[in-house]
Every structure is written in structure tokens, then in C-alpha cells.
Nanobody
């Protein structure tokens, strides 16, 4: 089992920045991918970004490319999502997830473990 705890959400004005953290514990594995997803009210959960834990390769949704950056700190078993130039349409509950695999996938169903989520609200 892998436990994931997100933090760093909050309320920010459009154009502002937030950094989300996702701390992993339990049976973590270097052969894993950590992803960030978000779900706005009335909408399906959507992929945001992901990182291959051992190689550091990253992949982003087109909607956040150039504004969001995903990184990881192997020593702390923590991944981060730096979100800049935030827009009202970025408002959602953001969740991190782990897929025990080498390759990055964008479908939520491919991920094995999930955190509880953290609310991000961007005001206009």
C-alpha cells in the first residue's frame, strides 16, 4: 500500500501562483509514476501532469503546459506541482496518484493509489 497526502491548496487571484505537495509513504517504489489530476464541479477528472520517479521524465496536459511544473524530491518521497499564471478555469480539487509502472499514462483508471485531494480556487 502507498499512502499519499496532498497539501498546498488554497484561494488565489488570477495570475497568481500556488505550489502543491504530495508526500508518499508506505510501499513506495522507484519504478513508479506520480501524477496530478484535477476535478472541477460537474466535470470529469482530468490529467494535469505526471513524472517518472526514477528518470524524472515529465508530461503535461496542453491546458497547463508552460504554466505548471512537476518535480520530485526522491529523498523526501514528495512530488510538487508548481502552478503559475493561474486562471479561474484552473479551479478544481487537485489529487495526486501513483501508478506502479515505468510509462506515464493519462487515464485516471491506470493509477493504483490516490490522495484525498486539495482544493484550489482561482478568483477572477
Amino acid at each position: 500500500q502507498v499512502q499519499l497526502v496532498e497539501s498546498g491548496g488554497g484561494l488565489v487571484q488570477a495570475g497568481g501562483s500556488l505550489r502543491l505537495s504530495c508526500a508518499a509513504s508506505g510501499r513506495t517504489d522507484s519504478n513508479q509514476v506520480m501524477g496530478w489530476f484535477r476535478q472541477a464541479p460537474g466535470k470529469e477528472r482530468e490529467f494535469v501532469a505526471a513524472i517518472n520517479w526514477s528518470r524524472g521524465h515529465t508530461y503535461y496536459a496542453d491546458s497547463v503546459k508552460g504554466r505548471f511544473t512537476i518535480t520530485r524530491d526522491n529523498a523526501k518521497n514528495t512530488a510538487y506541482l508548481q502552478m503559475n499564471s493561474l486562471k479561474p478555469e484552473d479551479t478544481a480539487v487537485y489529487s495526486c496518484a501513483v501508478d506502479i509502472a515505468w510509462t506515464i499514462k493519462v487515464e485516471p483508471g491506470e493509477y493504483d493509489y490516490w490522495g484525498q485531494g486539495t482544493q484550489v480556487t482561482v478568483s477572477s
